[in-house]
């Protein structure tokens, strides 16, 4: 099993950057492959980034790719979230969430954390 907790979020003006950090419990936690999704007010839950159990592979949604960096450290069992020159359209609850494979659809992710509130102003 695995326990997610998420950090980070905040409010920011457009073109700025925050950090979200996930950290996991469990010493299983290097066997997974970590996402992180967002969900806006009224819409659905949708994939930002994917990393996998090694760190040697990410994915990215088109709508962030170049402006968001997502990593990991086993050692400290965390996954990291850079994202940079934000935008409004970024505002959202990211969450954090493992899996047993790299994937872009929330239901082949296991474990979740409960959330964090990024706010980008205009």
């Known amino acids: 099993q695995v326990q997610l907790v998420e950090s980070g979020g905040g409010l920011v003006q457009a073109g700025g950057s925050l950090s979200l950090s996930c950290a996991a419990s469990g010493r299983t936690f290097r066997n997974y492959a970590m996402g992180w999704f967002r969900q806006a007010p009224g819409k659905e839950r949708e994939f930002v980034a994917a990393?996998?159990?090694?760190?040697?592979?990410?994915y990215y949604a088109d709508s962030v790719k170049g402006r968001f960096t997502i990593s990991r450290d086993n050692a400290k069992n965390t996954v990291r979230l850079q994202m940079n020159s934000l935008k409004p359209e970024d505002t959202a609850d990211y969450y954090c969430?493992?899996?047993?494979?790299?994937?872009?659809?929330?239901?082949?992710?296991?474990?979740w954390g409960q959330g964090t509130q990024v706010t980008v102003s205009s």
């Open positions: 990393i996998s159990w090694s760190g040697g592979r990410t």
């Open positions: 969430a493992a899996g047993p494979s790299m994937s872009t659809r929330p239901y082949e992710y296991d474990y």
